[in-house]
């Protein structure tokens, strides 16, 4: 089992940023892919960024070049670094760890208004 916990969340005015963290803990060797993922009331959740335990990352097209997906081994942390945030950010942004299974945190919510 594998338990994530993200934080960081919060509101933000457009262009502004915003850092989000998730915490792994539990079977954490099992880990290799993390990711962040993203879902707004009445939509499919949405994949945002993944980075692999080698530090090879991919971001969804609609936050390339906005947003950074870090890893940290020894911390047994992801963190999400979101610049030049849009209102069309605004969601609940959840860590995704692939490794035996798939698990998922709770969710933080992130918006972004003026």
């Known amino acids: 089992q594998v338990q994530l916990v993200e934080s960081g969340g919060g509101l933000v005015q457009p262009g502004g940023s915003l850092r989000l963290s998730c915490a792994a803990s539990g079977n954490i060797f099992s880990i290799n892919f993390m990711a962040w993922y993203r879902q707004v009331p009445g939509k499919e959740r949405e994949w945002v960024a993944r980075?692999?335990?080698?530090?090879?990352?991919g971001y969804a097209v609609s936050v390339k070049g906005r947003f950074t997906i870090s890893r940290d081994n020894v911390k047994n942390t992801v963190d999400l670094q979101m610049n030049s945030l849009e209102p069309e950010d605004t969601a609940v942004y959840y860590c995704r760890a692939d490794g035996n299974s798939v698990y998922w945190g709770q969710g933080t919510q992130v918006t972004v208004s003026s």
């Open positions: 980075i692999s335990s080698g530090g090879s990352a």
